[in-house]
């Protein structure tokens, strides 16, 4: 079924893996709409508890757009992101699960925007993020412009698009760029670590938690309680909650079956 991504989907953990090694995995229409398919299957299998997506090998996670494909497409630049970038940064938000990006290697243009798109993001200390569009006489897209800001405040998200810079895992991870920083030997470890403790979690209430958040920079206080009070009342007669609630009291460790 997938040409250029590799999907696993094992224990609760759906993996999708850009591949693509021969252009550090650069973002085709076709990789695209296969990292957009893969995402809306991992939401609609209730086995699926958290996703992880990376690239294969240790060079890239993913070197931006692939110019050479869309300058050959006939396609203008916006009918490309309303066709292709959008519905697949739209996915990763609007799943009601976990998405974990290991950042294994450089993260460039859009491939910078696909990592900024996820929960959480784990790098190798030694590799780096950059929202190069500047250096080719264009603007970030596919979501960066608003994701950056929120992530480090309006100076530094200036300061990051309009030089394109590198910045590597170590600052990415010190100005909330990222969510942590590993050595390279580490990173598996780390991954692994984040993906069993998503799998084991109460993935109704984590999905409720993400929907709500993506709120809330453009609501009021009123309308983020409403949100609250709405999944609160759906959240506390779910499975988790009644699990959650019995074993606080009975002092022993909740068994949640994400749902």
């Given at each position: 079924?997938?040409?250029?991504?590799?999907?696993?989907?094992?224990?609760?953990?759906?993996?999708?893996?850009?591949?693509?090694?021969?252009?550090?995995?650069?973002?085709?229409?076709?990789?695209?709409?296969?990292?957009?398919?893969?995402?809306?299957?991992?939401?609609?299998?209730?086995?699926?508890?958290?996703?992880?997506?990376?690239?294969?090998?240790?060079?890239?996670?993913?070197?931006g757009a692939?110019?050479?494909?869309?300058?050959?497409?006939?396609?203008?630049?916006?009918?490309?992101?309303?066709?292709?970038?959008?519905?697949?940064?739209?996915?990763?938000?609007?799943?009601?699960?976990?998405?974990?990006?290991?950042?294994?290697?450089?993260?460039?243009?859009?491939?910078?925007?696909?990592?900024?798109?996820?929960?959480?993001?784990?790098?190798?200390?030694?590799?780096?993020?950059?929202?190069?569009?500047?250096?080719?006489?264009?603007?970030?897209?596919?979501?960066?412009?608003?994701?950056?800001?929120?992530?480090?405040?309006?100076?530094?998200?200036?300061?990051?698009?309009?030089?394109?810079?590198?910045?590597?895992?170590?600052?990415?991870?010190?100005?909330?760029?990222?969510?942590?920083?590993?050595?390279?030997?580490?990173?598996?470890?780390?991954?692994?670590?984040?993906?069993a403790y998503?799998?084991?979690?109460?993935?109704?209430?984590?999905?409720?938690?993400?929907?709500v958040m993506?709120?809330?920079?453009?609501?009021?206080?009123?309308?983020?309680?409403?949100?609250?009070?709405?999944?609160?009342?759906?959240?506390?007669?779910?499975?988790?909650?009644?699990?959650?609630?019995?074993?606080?009291?009975?002092?022993?460790?909740?068994?949640?079956?994400?749902?």
């Amino acid at each position: 079924m997938y040409q250029h991504i590799i999907f696993e989907n094992a224990r609760g953990i759906a993996r999708i893996t850009l591949n693509r090694p021969q252009v550090y995995h650069a973002l085709s229409p076709a990789l695209i709409n296969e990292i957009t398919i893969a995402v809306k299957a991992a939401e609609s299998d209730e086995s699926v508890r958290v996703i992880i997506i990376t690239g294969e090998g240790d060079k890239a996670f993913c070197s931006g757009a692939d110019l050479k494909e869309t300058a050959g497409s006939g396609q203008g630049a916006g009918e490309i992101l309303r066709e292709y970038y959008n519905p697949m940064i739209q996915a990763i938000r609007n799943i009601p699960k976990p998405v974990i990006c290991r950042l294994n290697g450089l993260a460039v243009g859009a491939g910078c925007s696909l990592a900024l798109a996820c929960d959480v993001v784990i790098a190798r200390e030694d590799t780096y993020l950059s929202l190069l569009f500047v250096q080719i006489g264009l603007m970030p897209d596919a979501g960066a412009t608003f994701f950056l800001p929120r992530l480090v405040g309006a100076a530094r998200a200036f300061d990051i698009a309009s030089t394109g810079r590198k910045v590597y895992a170590p600052e990415a991870a010190s100005i909330g760029l990222i969510s942590r920083s590993v050595r390279a030997d580490e990173l598996d470890a780390e991954i692994e670590r984040a993906a069993a403790y998503y799998r084991d979690a109460p993935t109704q209430a984590i999905g409720a938690m993400k929907l709500v958040m993506n709120e809330s920079f453009h609501s009021n206080l009123a309308q983020m309680q409403q949100h609250e009070l709405e999944n609160q009342e759906r959240l506390f007669n779910t499975h988790d909650a009644q699990e959650g609630i019995s074993s606080f009291l009975q002092k022993k460790k909740p068994d949640f079956q994400g749902k």
